[in-house]
């Protein structure tokens, strides 16, 4: 993939519709949530919505600690990202499992302080925009893309960053927790 990675969303839309571009523009992936008492994602290769290459259910309606499972487009499994049962104002971290069940890696933001700021102060006009939170994703302890939210008015905004290389079996892991953790996360204070 061409890094950095370009995703966004309007953030006044009742079910998100979430567009990832690489660094040319070339629009790599179009996820849109299907309105349901479970949380049901689906990852298109395209804004045609024509060629389904991921999808995401999550193992429950609600409760202490949801598991969202990633599926390729046969079915199979990908992996999975989990929620944890204990939300945190200070940090988040988001347990990512492989397809044989295995927790491999994580989701979880550099610096605290700056999350602190951000769920205080992303509402307040023109201020909450140049609180900007970063978030490391980790797999087998390695740092190897990076999440920045991006200032503006009237989407979201992030941009991922490749750190460290990465083979193409684990962007096929990383990428749509990356892209679920940013679902979850637009809805967290």
Same mark, same amino acid.
């Given at each position: 993939?061409?890094y950095?990675? +370009?995703?966004?969303?309007?953030t ?8 990832? #571009?690489?660094?040319? @523009?070339? =629009? ?11 949380? !049901?994602?689906k990852?298109?290769? +395209?804004? !045609?919505?024509?060629r389904?290459?991921? @999808? ?16 390729a487009?046969?079915g199979?499994?990908? @992996? ?7 939300? #945190? ?9 492989d397809?044989?069940g295995?927790? =491999? ?16 102060? #992303? ?13 490391? =994703? /980790?797999?087998? @302890? ?13 989407e979201?905004?992030?941009?991922? /960053? ?6 193409? !079996? +684990? ?5 749509? !927790? ?5 679902m979850? /996360?637009?809805?967290?204070?």
């Amino acid at each position: 993939m061409n890094y950095p990675l +370009d995703i966004r969303f309007k953030t006044f839309a009742l079910m998100p519709q979430v567009k990832v #571009s690489d660094a040319a @523009g070339q =629009v790599l992936m179009f996820v849109k949530e299907k309105l349901a008492l479970k949380t !049901a994602v689906k990852f298109f290769a +395209d804004e !045609a919505q024509q060629r389904q290459v991921y @999808g995401v259910a999550a193992d429950k309606m609600m409760g202490m600690t949801v598991t969202y499972n990633i599926t390729a487009a046969d079915g199979s499994k990908v @992996g999975a990202l989990k929620n944890p049962a204990m939300k #945190s104002l200070w940090k988040a971290t988001f347990p990512i499992v492989d397809a044989a069940g295995q927790e =491999v890696g994580m989701i979880h933001e550099e610096n605290p302080w700056v999350k602190v700021l951000d769920a205080l102060l #992303s509402d307040v006009p023109f201020v909450g925009m140049y609180i900007n939170p970063t978030y490391l =994703v /980790e797999l087998r @302890g390695q740092g190897l893309l990076r999440i920045r939210k991006q200032p503006s008015l009237t989407e979201g905004k992030f941009a991922v /960053e490749k750190v460290s290389e990465l083979s193409e !079996a +684990d962007e096929k892991l990383l990428l749509p !927790a990356m892209i679920m953790f940013i679902m979850l /996360e637009r809805t967290r204070k």
